[in-house]
């Protein structure tokens, strides 16, 4: 591509910022690690496509969820199954970086289909991120490095020893996709309440969703950590497209990029969302990062590696005919990935309609376990309404911020009780109680439908002696939760009190 | 590159980032989102929604001897996301028709008169390990599952009765338990005016005829 007048003299700072010249090693990158991240997923669908995306199966378009009818057709799986091993194929070529721009084109356009074929079990905002990132991967000349195309480009003479340079804006377009994306979920959660009370997370970690979040449940239990990462992340989220173009703020927003990312697998569960924007984070690296690490490359310790490795790629390049045209091998390499996907699924046979036995049977239910379902009228258990019941001293946000079980006369106990919503209107009591289970003190509150949590204060006053006391939880006359704490001795403030008294 | 290269660059920029701005505009304003699929590319509404208690979906089959069936694919459930199959993602109900006419379809059974569908309702704080949930809440964790049918089909999928979801119900039964409520509720009529018409009123008829709409024994 020959760099056009716009290219040649970038004027404005805008036209510099999308058609400055660098060779594209950025977004060779995302066209290594993003295919990858995306294409494993689909191959993990793929003795499931019959069931997932053809006329056999049960799929759902996303347009449906939104009422607008079928808007793509469904194809039957004798073309369902080839088109899906291409897409696969396509995927693998666009890492290699074998006709690239093509292998990427067809990728882009399969990718979205099925993904949009299944709006239930494969359509999610990591493929919607994938989608994006494979869109400007086609437009991009990210085939020109570190691939195949490259290679046998330069085999054949036909370029310049030094990489070729083209215009930055599909790397642009990819580093405005991660500042619209982060800004956008910071909107959602501005507009959400509940993330900044911890509450929305906590149910998240909670879930089983996703899979396993090695720390999530532990991290659930902590609001003090719920209400700072709440505030951070979004702080970040509002700051990365003010700071992640300047040279200073880049590396500080990336990589609290790539923390944010990492702890949503640590404590959501989420494998693929992190990876697909991970690998989109490597349309960052400018055409100087890789210089900087070239040189770094070069230096003694890892100069032997380096001739190992071009020993090994031109022993390969002598072994791969030159007279064969990519077009054709990419064809038949093509037509091999619709057959192999055609057999392999043939021979899978998903619902054994081929077998000798036949048709499997429809699996009985034990007869108790299914009246027990249809004929379940239990109300909510009163105690199931709530969520937990705690007793401190301090809370951050509203949310108790530590736990105690020793007081001192002139402490204040703040005693704090978290609702499972939906719950109705409800009236919630705390008792304080003695060893023998004798009630000292009793104090209530209305807790409205919408309220998610109320907190009790109760200065431990001089009515208590030192000894061992409950509070007590009650609500619709039940006791719901019991807390143990021991009153020790009079504080500093209490004995201030006395003694001005 | 040529100057109409040049343009079309320029264009595929324009275009966008206008999408996306579109998208963080319609988001933030809540404007132009509604029934538009294509919105879903361009906002970023991650975490969105949250629910306390955790929901599993069941499908029970109803042979014609009395025999209940779970409607579950033999061949092997897909788990998508994680390890639930994909019929819990399906918080639309758009799945559910299809899988049961999938799944009935290519299974070996007798007649099938009727598939409930059952939502299982349980709170969160039962899905803590062992260890934290003694930790935070020091007794037995007696985890106890809600059962709600939520719709009835026929063996093709097809609707028979559908209910509010267990949400729903709960957040209806909160405010109807409400005296005053109930009361104007049960005073208020309900009103389809057989005697007015204002289209006929404005056509200069007044006579209360029926023009075709509604029951004729003649």
Redesign the interface.
Same mark, same amino acid.
């Given at each position: %591509? /020959? &760099?056009?007048p716009?290219?040649n003299s970038p004027r404005t700072a805008l036209g510099r910022f999308?058609f400055e010249q660098e060779t594209p090693f950025g977004m060779a990158l995302v066209r290594i690690f993003l295919p990858l991240a995306a294409g494993i997923p689909m191959a993990l669908?793929f003795p499931?496509v019959r069931?997932?995306y053809t006329t056999d199966?049960?799929?759902?378009q996303?347009?449906? %969820?939104?009422?607008?009818g079928a808007?793509l057709p469904v194809l039957p799986p004798a073309v369902a199954v080839p088109v899906y091993g291409i897409m696969l194929l396509c995927l693998l070529a666009s890492i290699v970086g074998f006709r690239t721009r093509t292998s990427l084109c067809l990728a882009t356009v399969l990718y979205s289909y099925f993904n949009v074929l299944d709006?239930?079990?494969?359509?999610?905002?990591y493929s919607?991120i994938a #989608?994006?990132l494979l869109l400007l991967l086609t437009?991009s000349n990210a085939g020109s490095v570190w691939s195949v195309d490259a290679f046998l480009k330069k085999r054949s003479g036909t370029v310049n020893i030094l990489p070729p340079r083209f #215009?930055v804006?599909p790397a642009r377009?990819v580093q =405005?996709?991660f500042a619209?994306?982060?800004?956008?979920?910071s909107?959602?959660?501005i507009?959400?309440a509940?993330?900044f009370s911890g509450?929305? %997370?906590r149910?998240?970690m909670? #879930? /089983?969703?996703?899979?396993e979040n090695p720390i999530g449940?532990?991290v659930a239990?902590s609001s003090p950590l719920l209400l700072i990462s709440a505030y951070l992340s979004v702080i970040w989220e509002v700051l990365f497209a003010f700071l992640v173009w300047r040279p200073r703020g880049r590396l500080l927003m990336l990589g609290a990029g790539a923390f944010f990312h990492f702890m949503t697998w640590l404590t959501l569960?989420l494998y693929?969302f992190p990876a697909i924007c991970l690998s989109g984070y490597f349309a960052f690296v400018s055409e100087q990062d890789v210089v900087r690490l070239r040189r770094l490359a070069t230096s003694r310790p890892f100069k032997p590696l380096l001739r190992l490795s071009a020993l090994a790629m031109s022993r390969m390049a002598a072994a791969v005919p030159q007279t064969v045209p990519t077009g054709v091998t990419w064809t038949c390499l093509i037509a091999i990935a619709a057959i192999g996907a055609t057999e392999a699924e043939l021979r899978m046979d =998903?619902?054994?309609?081929r077998s000798e036995s036949?048709? %499997?049977?429809?699996? &009985?239910?034990d007869?108790d376990v299914?009246?027990?379902?249809?004929r379940?009228k @239990?109300p909510?258990?009163e105690h199931?309404k709530f969520? @937990?019941f705690e007793i401190g001293t301090s809370t951050i946000g509203y949310q108790l911020s530590n736990r105690r079980t020793e007081y001192a006369v002139g402490d204040t106990m703040i005693a704090q009780c978290n609702l @499972? &919503?939906?719950?109705?209107?409800m009236w919630v009591e705390c008792l304080v109680q003695d060893d023998q289970e004798r009630t000292i003190e009793q104090f209530g509150q209305f807790v409205p439908?919408e309220s998610l949590r109320a907190n009790f204060f109760y200065t431990l006053g001089n009515k208590l002696v030192t000894g061992q006391y409950s509070m007590v939880l009650k609500s619709a006359n039940q006791e719901i939760?019991r807390r143990h704490f021991s009153l020790t001795s009079e504080s500093a403030a209490a004995n201030f009190d006395v003694s001005t008294n | 590159m040529t100057r109409l290269k040049s343009v079309l660059v320029l264009g595929f920029i324009a275009a966008y980032l206008s999408a996306l701005s579109f998208g963080t505009v319609a988001h933030a304003l809540k404007v132009g989102l509604c029934g538009n699929t294509l919105s879903y590319y361009v906002v970023w509404d991650m975490f969105c929604g949250w629910t306390a208690w955790d929901a599993r979906t069941h499908l029970i089959a109803e042979g014609a001897s009395g025999q209940y069936y779970d409607v579950r694919e033999p061949w092997g459930e897909f788990h998508p996301f994680g390890h639930l199959a994909r019929i819990h993602y399906d918080n639309t109900n758009d799945l559910l028709p299809r899988h049961i006419h999938n799944v009935l379809r290519h299974t070996a059974h007798e007649p099938i008169d009727r598939v409930f569908t059952i939502e299982e309702v349980w709170p969160k704080q039962y899905n803590l390990p062992p260890g934290l949930y003694d930790e935070h809440f020091g007794r037995p964790n007696d985890k106890m599952s809600y059962y709600h049918l939520r719709a009835v089909f026929r063996d093709d999928g097809s609707l028979m009765n559908i209910y509010p979801d267990w949400h729903a119900k709960q957040k209806l039964q909160a405010v109807y338990d409400n005296p005053r409520l109930r009361r104007q509720s049960a005073n208020a009529t309900s009103l389809f005016s057989t005697l007015y018409n204002p289209s006929e009123a404005r056509a200069g008829s007044t006579l209360n005829t029926s023009m075709g709409s509604g029951l004729s024994t003649n």
């Open positions: %591509m /020959n &760099p056009s716009a290219e999308f669908r499931h069931e997932l199966g049960s799929p759902v996303v347009f449906e %969820m939104y009422r607008q808007v709006g239930i079990g494969t359509l999610t905002k919607v #989608s994006h437009v #215009s804006w377009l =405005l996709l619209f994306i982060y800004f956008g979920a909107i959602t959660k507009q959400t509940e993330f509450d929305q %997370m149910y998240w909670l #879930s /089983n969703w996703n899979y449940e532990a239990m569960g693929v =998903l619902y054994q309609s036949g048709l %499997m049977s429809l699996i &009985p239910m007869q299914a009246l027990t379902m249809l379940d @239990n909510v258990r199931d969520f @937990n @499972n &919503p939906p719950h109705e209107d439908r939760h | -």
